[in-house]
Structure formats: C-alpha cells, structure tokens
C-alpha cells in the first residue's frame, strides 16, 4: 500500500495550467525523486502536497487515509515537514532557536501555561531545548548551536533548514532542491544525511535538478514537462525513457 498517494491533481493560475492530472504513488521507507525540466511543476506540485496550494482537482491519501492538504498548520499535524527552494530560516535567531520553532508544533502547553511559566510549560521546553540540540548533532552542526542563523555557511544553513523540518516529527520530508548552490563537498554531507534519514525510518520526497544525485539516492522517480507526468520508475528506466531525454535534451538527441 502506498504511503502518500497522489491521483490526477490539476491546479491552474489563470490561463496557465501548472498541473494536469498528475499521479504520484510513493512507498513507505523510500526516498521518491521528482525531476524535470525548469518550469514542469515540480515546486507546484510540493506547494500543493504541503498545503500552501490548493489543488483545483484530484484526491490524496496519507497511510492509507484520504488526506486534505488544506493548511500549513494541518500538513504538518498529519505527518508533512518541508524545505523550500530558497531557504527560509530566522536570520536573527540562533540555530537553536531555529530548530526549537518547529518542536512546538508538538507542544502540548497551551498560551496560559507559557504566561504563568506552568511545571509543566517549563519541564516542556527543557524537553524542547533538549531535542533541538540533538537534531542539531543529527544533522552535524551542533557546534553551531549559540550563532544567528544567517551566520552560519551555506551548506550549514540547508542542514538548519532539514534540523528544523524534522523537529516536527515527520513521516514524511519533502526536499525542494537542497543541493541547489552546493559544492561537491556539501553534496557529499548531504546524500549521507539523505540516506541516514531514510535509514531511520522516514519517507523523502526530493525535488532536485542535480540528476546525477537524483540517481544515486532515490529508489522511484516520476518526470514532470508543462506540468504533466512523462515518466516514472526506476533511475535507470528514467534515464533511458525517450519522453525523458527529449524535455531534457531537445527533439533529435543522439547518444
């Protein structure tokens, strides 16, 4: 049974139809690629499974279970953590912090219990603090716990970035292209915490424009040209898929 099951989601933006009966079936435990040329729907396609988009049609499924990815706030309670393309961190804050702000999707004090600093508001934020510098050690920049977030490299403010996704106890990450503007060094930390990720028991959804990582990582792939699937399976089944060569390479490619 699939995990997350997407079945003919259209969404349009006026004259421009950014999604046409798009179908998305991803198991649970593996690490699903979505590719295609700039422009095919991939980041529409994210925005409407996260919530920030509201499909114009189609249905979804999460575990088996008809899911309505109506909110931000909802998609993330269902199950759903994301990054984005460009990154979206806290600049003024500090890492930490960063990544406390996602565990208190999770919390179960309510506004009064932070006002009066209730037992139980502060036992839950030591709780909190705690688990936060443990996804910091996870993702291997705990030494940067203290420093504001717009301090930290490149590379390390991506990490940030998955840290603060996971604080909110997904089942499922969905990477919108988090090697974008890495160097081959940063690549490498980062396949490795891809696959770590998976190992731990989570399902990954990456959009990524780097093929050649795209093939290393992911068990499935679906293709997407104008806003329409042309081709899902395998890495290497993709690769050899003719619809597949012609969105990347132009009509006549040899070779």
């Known amino acids: 049974m699939s995990f997350l099951r997407v079945e003919a989601v259209s969404k349009r933006f006026g004259g421009l ?15 699903y690629g979505l590719i295609g040329p700039n422009g095919a729907g991939k980041t529409t396609l994210f925005n ?3 919530g920030l988009y509201t499909a114009d049609g189609g249905r979804f499924e999460l575990a088996g279970r008809s899911y309505k990815p109506t ?14 393309q460009n990154i979206r961190l806290f600049a003024e804050m500090s890492a930490l912090d960063n990544v406390r702000v996602g565990c208190h999707i999770r919390s179960k004090v309510g506004a009064w219990g932070a006002v009066l600093r209730s037992r139980s508001f502060r036992e839950e934020e030591a709780s909190i603090i705690a688990r936060a510098r443990s996804l910091l050690a996870y993702v ?3 030494r940067y716990a203290d420093q504001r ?9 991506r990490r940030l ?17 988090p090697a974008a503007g890495m160097n081959a060094s940063e690549k490498r930390v980062l396949r490795e915490l891809i696959e770590r990720i998976r190992h731990d028991g989570r399902t990954v959804l990456l959009i990524e424009h780097d093929v050649k990582l795209v093939a290393h990582l992911c068990d499935r792939i679906t293709v997407l040209d104008y806003g329409r699937c042309i081709a899902e399976g395998s890495p290497e089944e993709v690769q050899r898929d003719p619809a597949v060569i012609e969105a990347y390479l132009g009509t006549g490619h040899r070779g």
């Open 17 to 31: 139809q950014a999604l046409s009966e798009v179908n998305l079936s991803i198991e649970a435990g593996q690490i």
């Open 48 to 50: 409407v499974i996260t």
């Open 71 to 84: 909110s931000v706030h909802q998609v993330a309670l269902a199950g759903i953590a994301r990054t984005f």
């Open 140 to 142: 291997g920049i705990e």
């Open 149 to 157: 977030a717009r301090t930290l490299s490149y590379g390390d403010q």
């Open 161 to 177: 970035e998955i840290a603060r996704a996971l604080a909110t106890e997904p089942r499922l990450l969905a990477l919108d292209e």
